[in-house]
C-alpha cells in the first residue's frame, strides 16, 4: 500500500477542512459569538499541524490502486470527524468529545442525528458548522479536494468510486477532476435556488444558508427545536422539492444541461423514484387525513415527510411518531430505499434494489426452467454478471452489518422500536427515528458506548461499508 | 486536447500511456467490456463499450468536440469506417492504423482523402524502416530521424575508448573535420547532457547528433568500423519481415528468412522473390548454423514469441553475429534486455506510439504548447523536442554562447530553411528556425523557459 500518498492525502484534507471552517469563523464573527475563537484556534492548529507533518512526508510514488483508494476515503472521513468535533468542545457547548464527534459524523454523513435536546441555544456560528458539515459531506470530501488540487494520483477513479455512492460509478467526462468540478458546480447551483427560494419566503441569510445546506447534502440538522415545523407552508413545500430533487442522481443533471432531455426521461430509476414518492404520499396522506382533518395539511405533511425520508434528509414538520402504524411502516420502509444513485442521498439506493429484484426474479424464473438463459438489463443495458453479484454482495453485507449493529444498541436497554429505529436512522444517514428517538426526541439519551457505536453506523452508511469495513480487516494491512 | 480512441490493444495502450502524462482528455472506445474495465481501472479516462464505427456511440463518446480521433483496431476496413464516421461528426484529425500491404500502396492517398484520414499508419512498415535504419548504421543501438530528414541522433555504447577518452569533448570537436554534436551520455543508468569539457569513458552509452551523410565518418572517429550490412537472417516471416526484405534487398543486400509455417514461407517466397526462404524451426541452432549464422552481418529475430526472439538473439550474439536485433513487445522481457546484454531492441507499439504523441503534439502545438514535435530518446529518459522561433522570442540573433542556457538543456540543431545546423557557440537563432532541444528527465513546453 501507498501509505505515504494515503498520509498526505489526508493531511491535505485536514487542510482544507481547517480553511472551510471560515463559513462558521465569518458568521460567529458576524454575530459577534465566542465560538469566534473556537474555530479560530482549531483552524490554526489543524493547519499547522498537518502542514509540518506533510513537509517530512515526500510522495516518491504516485501508484494507487483500489484499496489505496478505500482505504484514503475512510481515513479521511474519520480524521474530518475528529477534527470537526474540536469547535464544539471548545466552546464549552457540548462538553463531551464522544457528543461532539457525533454531532460532527452525523454532520458530515449527512445523517441529522443530534444529540442536542434545545438546539436553538446554541450559537450561530456552532450551528453553521454543523449544517455546512452536511453540505461539505454530502457531495464528498475528497471528490472536493479532486476539484480544486492539482492531481494527487494517477488513479483517482479508485478514490472516486470509494467515495461516491452507488452501484456503479461512472464518469461524465475523461478526467476524474472535470467529473468531481461538474459534480460540484451543479451541488453548488442547485443548493442556490433552493436558498435565494428560502429567502424568498422570509428566512434571514443565515436560516435559508443552514437549510439550504441541510437539504443539499440530505442532511436534516435544523436550527429549530421543532425543525420545519415552525415555518410557513410556502417554506416546506420549497424544502420538500428541494430535498427531492437532491435526492436524483446528478448525472441527470448534467444530461439536462447537455440538453439530452429524452435521455432523462427515460431513466427508469428517475420514473421509479418518482412513482414510489407519489405512491407513498397518496397512502400517507389517505392514512392520516384524520389526524389532520384538512386535507391540504395532510398533504403538505405526507409529502414533506415522505420526501425528508426517501432522500434520508430527517427534516421534519410534524411528529410522525404519531401517525398511524400504516404510514409509519410505509415512511420506515422508505428508510432502506435511499434515493437515486450518484445522488447525496444515503441508503441502500434505488438503483441496487431494482437490479437485486431483477437479479431475484431472474433466479425465480431458472428454478421453474433450469434451462432459461436471462440477462438482466438496467436502464437500457445490459448488467454483467459481476455488478449484479456484487449489488447482491453489498445487500447481504447491508443487512449482516444492520444486525450487528442493531445487537450492540440493544445493550443500552432502550425498547425494540427505538433501537432498532436508532440503527435504521443512522445507518442510512437519516436522523429521526422513531419512539425515543422520533423526530421531537433526540439521541442523548444513549450512553457513550452506544453513541460512537452509532457514529460507526453513520459512517459505514455514508461510505457505503467497503471502505470502513477494510480498516477492520487484518488482511487490509498486511505487506503483499 | 480531447482524443478518442477506438480500440485499445497493445498499441492503444502504449498510446494511452503517453498521452495521458500530457494530460489530454481521452476517450477509449472498444468492444471488449474487460478491456474496458482494465482500462478505466489503469487510467484516468472515460472508457465507453461499443462499437468504435458507430455513429451513436463516436456521438456519445464525444466525436462532436473531439479534436482527434484514432482508430486502431486489427481490422484495416474497420478502422477507415471509424475515421470516416468521425470525420462527418466533425472531428478534424483522423489517424487510422491501415497494415495490409494492398492498401499501402499509390493508389491508397486517394481513398485517404476521400475518407478523411488525415495519417495511415502501419506499424509493421514503420518498423520494418526503423530496423532498415538501424541496420545502416550497425554500430548504433538505435537511430533518430527528425522532422528534417538528414539529420539523425544516434545512439551508440563505446565499447573501445581509446581514440576519444580523455579528450574533452571541445578539443573532440575540433580534431573531427565534421560536424556533429555529442547530446546524450548515459553512464551507470544516469543520464548527463554534456558540456564542452566532458570526457567520454568506455561503457558510456552516447548519443550523436549529426546530419545523415556524416554519420557514418564521425562514428568511424569514435572508433566504429564503418561496415554496412550485407548480409542479413530475419527469423519469423511477419509482415515485418515482409517490409524489412524488401527494404533490404532494394540496398542489395541479401536476406535469408526463416519461419516454421511451410504455407508462409512459400507466399514470401512468391512476393519476394530476392530474398532466400528458409522452412525451419529459428530455435534449432544446428539450422541456424547451416544457414550461415557465423558469417552473417546481421540477425534479426522477428518471431511472434518474445522469449523465443531473446534466446536466439542470445544465441546469435554468442556466435559473434556483429548485429543483432530483437522484437520484444512485452513490457516485462522489455525491461529485462538491457541486463541480457541484448543489442538493439525493437518494440512495434512503441514506434507507433511515438509516432501518433508527436503528432497529437504537433496538434497541439497549434493550440497552446509551442512544442512542434518531441521525441523521446534513450528509452524515454531524455527528449528531444521541435520548437518553432516566434517572432515574440527574446533572444534571436545573438550567439548561443552568450545565451544562458539552462544546464540541463542542449540545442542540439537548428533548421533553417531546409538546411540543418549543428549548432557551435556562435550560431544565433532566427526568426522562422526550427529548433532542436534535448532534455534530460522533464519536458520543456517552452523555450523561453529554458533560454533566458
Not at chain 1, 43 to 64: G, L, N, P, W
Not at chain 2, 45 to 72: H, M, P, Q, R, W
Not at chain 2, 349 to 374: C, H, Q
Request: net charge neutral; charged share 20%; glycine share 6%.
Amino acid at each position: 500500500m501507498n501509505y505515504k500518498l494515503i498520509v498526505s492525502t489526508v493531511l491535505k484534507v485536514i487542510k482544507i477542512e481547517a480553511v472551510l471552517m471560515l463559513v462558521p469563523l465569518i458568521t460567529a464573527l458576524a454575530y459577534r459569538e465566542d465560538c469566534f475563537y473556537s474555530f479560530l484556534i482549531t483552524m490554526v492548529v489543524a493547519f499547522t499541524i498537518a502542514h509540518v507533518i506533510s513537509k517530512f512526508i515526500k510522495e516518491d510514488d504516485k501508484y494507487f490502486y483500489s484499496k489505496d483508494g478505500l482505504i484514503t476515503v475512510a481515513l479521511t472521513w474519520i480524521a474530518v470527524s475528529l477534527v470537526g468535533a474540536v469547535p464544539f468542545v471548545i466552546s464549552g457547548e457540548i462538553p463531551s468529545f464522544i457528543d461532539a464527534f457525533f454531532e460532527t459524523v452525523s454532520g458530515f454523513t449527512t445523517t441529522g442525528a443530534s444529540i442536542l435536546s434545545d438546539v436553538e441555544s446554541m450559537s450561530k456560528g456552532l450551528l453553521m458548522w454543523r449544517s455546512f458539515s452536511h453540505f461539505i459531506g454530502g457531495m464528498g470530501v475528497l471528490v472536493f479536494i479532486m476539484a480544486i488540487t492539482r492531481k494527487t494520483t494517477d488513479r483517482p477513479i479508485h478514490i472516486l468510486r470509494a467515495e461516491m455512492p452507488g452501484p456503479v460509478v461512472s464518469k461524465l467526462v475523461p478526467k476524474a477532476k472535470d467529473t468531481a468540478k461538474i459534480l460540484y458546480l451543479i451541488y453548488i447551483a442547485i443548493t442556490l435556488i433552493v436558498a435565494v427560494c428560502l429567502l424568498f419566503g422570509g428566512m434571514n441569510l443565515f436560516e435559508s444558508l443552514t437549510h439550504a445546506f441541510g437539504t443539499a447534502g440530505t442532511g436534516g440538522f435544523g436550527i429549530k427545536n421543532d425543525s420545519i415545523a415552525g415555518y410557513s407552508p410556502y417554506i416546506q413545500w420549497v424544502l420538500a422539492v428541494g430535498m427531492l430533487s437532491f435526492g436524483v442522481n446528478f448525472n441527470l443533471y448534467y444530461l439536462l444541461l447537455l440538453k439530452k432531455v429524452g435521455v432523462v426521461l427515460k431513466s427508469t430509476e428517475l420514473r421509479t423514484y418518482l412513482i414510489i414518492v407519489l405512491a407513498s404520499v397518496a397512502v400517507i396522506t389517505f392514512n392520516i387525513y384524520p389526524l389532520y382533518n384538512n386535507f391540504s395539511n395532510a398533504i403538505r405533511a405526507a409529502s414533506f415527510q415522505t420526501s425528508s425520508i426517501i432522500t434520508t434528509t430527517g427534516y421534519a414538520t410534524a411528529d410522525f411518531n404519531a401517525w398511524p402504524s400504516l404510514s409509519k411502516m410505509i415512511l420506515f420502509t422508505l428508510m432502506f430505499l435511499g434515493g437515486c444513485a450518484g445522488s447525496t442521498a444515503g441508503g441502500l439506493k434505488l438503483s441496487r434494489i431494482m437490479i437485486a429484484t431483477k437479479k431475484s426474479k431472474a433466479e425465480l424464473k431458472k428454478l421453474l426452467y433450469p434451462n432459461t438463459v436471462s440477462v438482466i438489463k438496467f436502464e437500457g443495458e445490459k448488467i454483467e454478471e459481476r455488478v449484479s453479484n456484487g449489488v447482491g454482495t453489498y445487500v447481504c453485507i447491508y443487512f449482516i452489518c444492520f444486525a450487528i449493529l442493531t445487537l450492540l444498541v440493544s445493550l443500552s436497554g432502550f425498547s425494540f422500536e427505538t433501537n432498532v429505529s436508532a440503527v435504521t436512522a443512522c445507518f442510512n444517514n437519516i436522523g429521526p427515528g422513531f419512539d425515543l428517538v422520533g423526530p421531537t426526541a433526540n439521541y442523548s439519551i444513549y450512553d457513550g458506548f452506544t453513541k460512537i457505536v452509532l457514529s460507526i453506523a453513520m459512517l459505514l452508511g455514508r461510505l457505503e461499508i467497503y471502505p470502513l469495513l477494510l480498516i477492520f480487516i487484518p488482511t487490509t494491512w498486511k505487506k503483499r | 486536447m480531447k482524443v478518442i480512441i477506438s480500440g485499445c490493444g497493445k498499441i492503444g495502450s502504449a498510446i494511452l500511456k503517453s498521452l495521458i502524462k500530457e494530460e489530454h482528455e481521452i476517450v477509449v472506445v472498444d468492444t471488449d467490456p474487460k478491456v474496458i474495465e482494465s482500462i478505466t481501472n489503469r487510467f484516468d479516462v472515460l472508457a465507453i463499450c461499443g462499437n468504435g464505427a458507430s455513429y451513436d456511440v463516436l456521438e456519445e463518446a464525444g466525436a462532436k468536440t473531439a479534436d482527434l480521433f484514432i482508430s486502431l483496431t486489427s481490422s484495416d476496413e474497420f478502422n477507415m469506417l471509424s475515421c470516416f464516421v468521425a470525420k462527418k461528426l466533425g472531428v478534424p484529425y483522423t489517424v487510422a492504423r491501415i497494415r495490409s500491404s494492398e492498401y499501402n500502396n499509390d493508389g491508397f492517398s486517394y481513398i485517404k482523402n476521400e475518407l478523411g484520414i488525415n495519417v495511415a499508419v502501419n506499424p509493421e512498415l514503420l518498423t520494418a524502416q526503423h530496423i532498415f535504419n538501424v541496420l545502416n548504421l550497425p554500430s548504433a543501438t538505435s537511430v533518430e530521424t527528425f522532422s528534417a530528414n538528414d539529420i539523425e541522433m544516434i545512439e551508440v555504447i563505446v565499447k573501445d575508448a581509446t581514440k576519444v577518452e580523455g579528450v574533452p569533448l571541445y578539443e573532440l570537436r575540433k580534431k573531427i573535420p565534421y560536424k556533429f554534436l555529442v547530446c546524450l551520455v548515459e553512464r551507470d543508468d544516469k543520464v548527463y547532457i554534456p558540456n564542452g569539457s566532458f570526457t567520454i569513458q568506455a561503457g558510456d552509452k552516447v548519443g550523436i547528433f549529426a546530419s545523415k551523410a556524416d554519420a557514418p565518418e564521425v562514428l568511424k572517429f569514435f572508433g566504429f568500423n564503418k561496415k554496412t550490412v550485407k548480409s542479413v537472417i530475419i527469423v519469423g516471416a511477419s509482415k515485418i519481415a515482409y517490409y524489412l526484405s524488401k527494404l533490404l534487398t532494394n540496398a542489395k543486400s541479401s536476406v535469408k528468412i526463416i519461419d516454421k509455417d511451410e504455407q508462409k514461407c512459400l507466399k514470401f517466397s512468391e512476393e519476394l522473390n530476392k530474398a532466400t526462404l528458409v522452412h525451419g524451426n529459428g530455435m534449432n541452432q544446428e539450422l541456424l548454423i547451416e544457414e550461415g549464422i557465423l558469417n552473417v552481418d546481421a540477425f534479426v529475430a522477428l518471431t511472434g514469441k518474445d522469449e523465443e526472439n531473446v534466446l536466439m538473439s542470445i544465441f546469435a550474439k554468442n556466435k559473434n553475429v556483429p548485429k543483432t536485433i530483437t522484437k520484444i513487445n512485452i513490457e516485462e522481457i522489455l525491461n529485462l534486455a538491457d541486463e541480457l546484454g541484448l543489442d538493439t531492441i525493437i518494440s512495434s507499439k512503441y514506434l507507433v506510439a511515438d509516432l501518433i504523441v508527436g503528432y497529437a503534439r504537433a496538434l497541439e502545438s497549434s493550440k497552446k504548447s509551442k512544442i512542434e514535435t518531441l521525441y523521446s530518446l534513450f528509452g524515454g529518459l531524455a527528449e528531444a523536442s521541435e520548437f518553432k522561433i516566434l517572432p515574440d522570442f527574446k533572444h534571436t540573433n545573438v550567439p548561443l554562447k552568450e545565451l544562458n542556457i539552462n544546464g540541463e538543456t542542449l540545442v542540439a540543431g537548428i533548421i533553417r530553411n531546409r538546411e540543418t545546423i549543428i549548432p557551435c557557440g556562435e550560431d544565433v537563432f532566427r526568426i522562422g528556425d526550427k529548433v532542436i532541444i534535448i532534455t534530460a528527465g522533464k519536458t520543456v513546453y517552452d523555450l523561453s523557459d529554458v533560454i533566458g
